[in-house]
């Protein structure tokens, strides 16, 4: 038994700022592993076409390749349909005697929208990623008094830029591994 930090997403690609991100809440919670796990289709992305889970999960694989304190699975796309957190995080409890939920900073906006929430932290502890400043002023939800903030590093990688960058042949050297990149170019992905 021991401790990981669950970082759940589409991974559509995934790129440079995951990586750095998750390594440093590896650190800064102490844990064991770090396991990223794609959705097979995200709740709040259900009408984004997005590309398919084993090309997703291809991608992860390549980009976490030799890195002990990382790994991936692939229990959200065995599972099919919509993937909820809650169901992973049950599948996952007996493994680990601590799971830390990695989650986004908009995320916790709309955690109190998410399938049984009180039930994910119960089984988990949230732990929110640093973001750009806002502009404006955020309104807190119950769940912020619940959640660790991390101080970790802001870094302006999407992936939706990357697949526009990929579209429009323009390099993407830098934001994602070069491993997922070589992927991306070999398997033609984002071009339409």
Known sequence: MSSAGIFGGTFDPVHNGHLITAEKVFQLRNLDKIIFIPAFISPFKKEIDST??????????AAIEGVSIFEWSDIEINSGGISYTINTLRKLKDRFQRLDLIIGYDNILDFPDWKEPDEIIKIATLVVLKRLELKTKVKHNRFFE??????TPVIDISSTAIRERVKNNLPIDNLVPERVKKYIYKNNLYKD
């Open 52 to 61: 398919s889970a084993v090309h997703r999960l291809n991608m992860l694989k």
């Open 146 to 151: 619940q959640a660790v903030f991390a101080e």
